[in-house]
């Protein structure tokens, strides 16, 4: 059939209808979409809660894998910084007896309790001549020079807890020499602190904390009866360590500890590899300290007088009496005090009158080789 033709004589043809364009193809795919979706809701909620656990459980997993290798990373990073600086953390250090926690009250000895005077009786040759150590040991290296009068009573003073007051310790070497200055290993710049004590012609020993017996502290790094003998050691060998030029170790309160014989035979087998001396500073009557270190082989003498167990001044002064009374029959005596305010004036007044007197003072070690006949 032929088309018809207008005006013109052309003929007439429709117009094609124009292309659906991107976004109404879209448009018309998702209205299907929702049309299927409302037809199967039930379906499409379900696969919508399955997809959101699967995605939820994967994302988990994710961040906690990531969070590992964070914590995994500090870890790392903490143990290079504890190899840079050491196997374990140092003790902590003390400039005053205010800064140490819980100790609400500083004392070698039990409250209310006395330190017995302690006289030696005469030792047979035979039971000293195995420990006389060789040139070399370290107790005799680090002993200040001293030549002992050979018919004159010697009396050693040794002034324990020193360095952690400091104020009282400083005091305390500007006192006359040669007096015995025994550090805390916990006390704070123990190494300068120790070097000036020294300088002042003051012989150095090392004040090793040793559980009591009552509910005394003894501070930080103490010994106890409970301990394993690994950690005895290692405790023992960090105090040794906290500072040099000393010549023996003697024990800080300890009248448990030093009652404890397998601990005592664990300190002293440290200290006769190091070729130091020990004073026991018989803080009870029951001590193996002594005894053990003859066993051992480590050069030891005992604490005979306690001079401050009662820290008011007239009682101090009783005490140097009874020190002078027993360094007369005895040849020696052995006296140990603390950095307390009656118990420095007390030897500051006495200190000036003892030459004329007719003794010696003198360092521990010179006491140490006269007791034990090493003269």
């Known amino acids: ?148 009068p050979a018919n004159k009573p010697l009396i050693a003073i040794v002034i324990d807890d020193v360095g952690l007051d400091r104020p009282r310790s400083r005091r305390a070497w500007e006192l006359q020499a040669p007096l015995t200055m025994s550090f805390l290993p916990y006390a704070r710049d123990l190494a300068a602190q120790a070097k000036a004590a020294r300088a002042r012609g003051h012989e150095l020993m090392l004040h090793l904390p040793m559980e009591p017996n009552g509910r005394n502290d003894p501070g930080p790094g103490a010994l106890f009866v409970s301990m394993t003998d690994n950690d005895i050691r290692q405790r023992t060998t960090a105090a040794l360590d906290s500072f040099e030029g ?10 448990r500890f030093t009652s404890f014989k397998p601990g005592m035979e664990t300190v002293l087998r440290l200290l006769k590899a190091r070729g130091l001396m020990f004073l026991d500073s018989r803080t009870t009557v029951n001590t193996v300290g002594d005894q053990v270190a003859l066993e051992q082989g480590v050069p030891s003498m005992p604490r005979n007088v306690f001079l401050d167990d009662d820290e008011s001044l007239d009682a101090v002064r009783r005490r140097l009496t009874e020190s002078e009374a027993i360094a007369r029959r005895q040849g020696y005596v052995v006296a140990i005090g603390h950095p307390h305010d009656a118990t420095l004036q007390a030897r500051a007044e006495w200190l000036p009158g003892l030459a004329a007197k007719g003794f010696v003072l003198a360092p521990a070690t010179a006491v140490l080789r006269k007791r034990n006949g090493w003269d």
């Open 1 to 148: 059939m032929a088309s018809k033709k207008n005006r013109t004589g052309k003929a007439n043809r429709k117009s094609p209808k124009p292309a659906a364009s991107v976004r109404e193809r879209v448009g018309a795919g998702f209205g299907r979409l929702v049309e299927r979706a409302g037809r199967h809701r039930w379906a499409v909620i379900g696969a919508g809660v399955i997809l959101l656990f699967g995605a939820s459980l994967a994302g988990g997993y994710w961040l906690a894998g990531r969070l590992d290798l964070v914590d995994l990373d500090k870890q790392a990073r903490e143990a290079l910084d504890d190899m840079r600086r050491g196997t374990s953390e140092p003790e902590p250090k003390y400039a005053s007896i205010d800064q140490i926690p819980g100790l609400s009250r500083y004392m070698e000895i039990e409250p209310g309790k006395r330190q017995h005077t302690h006289e030696e009786k005469p030792r047979p040759r035979t039971q000293v001549a195995a420990v006389a150590a060789g040139a070399q040991a370290a107790w005799q290296k680090n002993a200040v020079p001293f030549n002992a």
């Open 246 to 255: 000393y010549a023996g170790v003697n024990n800080h309160m300890g009248s």
